[in-house]
Nanobody, 123 residues
């Protein structure tokens, strides 16, 4: 029902910036809440940020002040602006979607996932 395609990953030096984008498509995509998660090698997938289709925004504590999530007016593209990147931000970043409405921090709340995009931050 919903397809998600991430883009924008790459290699960046510590202190640099990257902008990730998630293109969403589907029959009722405009009604979905969107989230970003990341998974470092050997670690569990963790919450990064979420934005609801009403505009509410949530961040993991470690992302506050550095990362910004936003969407376009048509609600078909969700972006994650990442500033002041650190080596520990290195991970595969995934876009997720679902008719969540609550509990945005939990992976199991989301029904659809993109394939992920690699972000590597060098020291």
């Amino acid at each position: 029902q919903v397809q998600l395609v991430e883009s924008g990953g790459g290699l960046v030096q510590a202190g640099g910036s990257l902008r990730l984008s998630c293109a969403a498509s589907g029959r009722t995509v405009s009604s979905y809440d969107m989230g970003w998660f990341r998974q470092a090698l050997g670690k569990e997938r963790e919450f990064v940020a979420a934005i609801t289709w009403t505009g509410d925004i949530y961040y993991a504590d470690s992302m506050k002040g550095r990362f910004t999530i936003y969407r376009d007016n048509a609600k078909t593209t969700v972006s994650l602006q990442m500033n002041s990147l650190k080596p520990e931000d290195t991970a595969v970043y995934y876009c997720a979607a679902g008719q969540i409405r609550s509990r945005y921090y939990y992976r199991t709340s989301y029904d659809y996932w993109g394939r992920g995009t690699q972000v590597t931050v060098s020291s």
